[in-house]
T-cell receptor, first 112, second 111 residues
Framework: DADVTQTPRNRITKTGKRIMLECSQT?????MYWYRQDPGLGLQLIYY???????NKGEISDGYSVSRQAQAKFSLSLESAIPNQTALYFC???????????FGPGTRLTVL | GQNIDQPTEMTATEGAIVQINCTYQ??????LFWYQQHAGEAPTFLSY????GLEEKGRFSSFLSRSKGYSYLLLKELQMKDSASYLC????????????FGPGTRLSVLP
């Protein structure tokens, strides 16, 4: 089945460490997104990419960077992790011209 | 600006009907989605409204009034498995067709 996968699923790290979260999709979608979710705050958009050469900041991009290595891969980096980046992170995809977004299973990140 | 409001929590009884409201104030409105999210899992698509009116899909219906900035999700014949968070998300035309999510409503279905 065409799918959206994320690695790792869980990660515990220390303040100041560099962390990379990976997202891959077999849906053939052009558009990819990274969100974070905190209790009571819903999903907030970090970065999005409409194709391999396109990267855009979302609502809360400070402290994060992304790389779109290929149509199917979109990674999120925390250059120097801090405790308030502890959250559940979701990757999502959508078709060009489509509206529905398809979400990966999420990565639970804890920064100590 | 953009502001999306939903009740934080709701409780209902198995077999009953529950209505979850979503109000929004946003420019460039281009549609509204409802997603279901079980604890610790990915959101999954429930419904999409772009025009005013009611969209029905089995036990779930969604209503939109663009003039009032209002939507609701109606769940009928509640089952225990419907216990989850329900996320309202608005598509903004002038935000790259991206979603702005509400805070979500956590629904608990009791026996």
């Amino acid at each position: 089945d065409a799918d959206v996968t994320q690695t790792p699923r869980n990660r515990i790290t220390k303040t100041g460490k560099r962390i990379m979260l990976e997202c891959s999709q077999t849906k053939g979608h052009d558009r990819m997104y990274w969100y974070r979710q905190d209790p009571g705050l819903g999903l907030q958009l970090i970065y999005y990419s409409f194709d391999v050469k396109d990267i855009n900041k979302g609502e809360i991009s400070d402290g994060y960077s992304v790389s779109r290595q290929a149509q199917a891969k979109f990674s999120l980096s925390l250059e120097s992790a801090i405790p308030n980046q502890t959250a559940l992170y979701f990757c999502a995809t959508s078709e060009f011209g489509g509206n529905e977004q398809f979400f990966g299973p999420g990565t639970r990140l804890t920064v100590l | 600006g953009q502001n999306i409001d939903q009740p934080t929590e709701m409780t209902a009884t198995e077999g009953a009907i529950v209505q979850i409201n979503c109000t929004y104030q946003t420019s460039g409105f281009n549609g509204l989605f409802w997603y279901q999210q079980h604890a610790g899992e990915a959101p999954t698509f429930l419904s999409y409204n772009v025009l005013d009116g009611l969209e029905e899909k089995g036990r779930f219906s969604s209503f939109l009034s663009r003039s009032k900035g209002y939507s609701y999700l109606l769940l009928k014949e509640l089952q225990m498995k419907d216990s989850a968070s329900y996320l309202c998300a608005v598509i903004k035309r002038n935000y790259g067709q991206n979603f702005v999510f509400g805070p979500g409503t956590r629904l608990s279905v009791l026996p």
